[in-house]
């Protein structure tokens, strides 16, 4: 499939008549026509053999759960801005609270 996209590619830059057009895209067809449906399985990378010992470590060294989940990695920093929020707001509520209260003694 790979070679066939790259077949068409070039093709782009060569096709002056309707006929190459139309060889270019049944070629493509073909490779379309051709493709196996996958069985869900990751594809595995050269190199890589299937009787490796998988652990549920990913490369960072952060554990990962067996579900497909995302490994457990966030920090603090999120409550530690909603706090600051927080507190900024509060300051500001309390600014317009005394101004108005020093505004009526006038």
Known sequence: MQEAIKVAESALEKIETEEDLAAAIAVLQSAID???????????????SEDVDKDDTNQ????????NELPKTATTIFNWLALGFVFI??????????NRRGKQNI
Not at 60 to 67: K, L, Q
Not at 89 to 98: G, N, P, R
Request: charged share 25%.
């Open 34 to 48: 051709g493709l196996e449906e996958s069985s869900g399985e990751e594809p595995t990378e050269p190199g890589n």
């Open 60 to 67: 960072d060294g952060a554990v990962a759960d067996s579900d």
């Open 89 to 98: 707001s509060l300051a500001f509520v309390l600014f317009v609270v005394s």
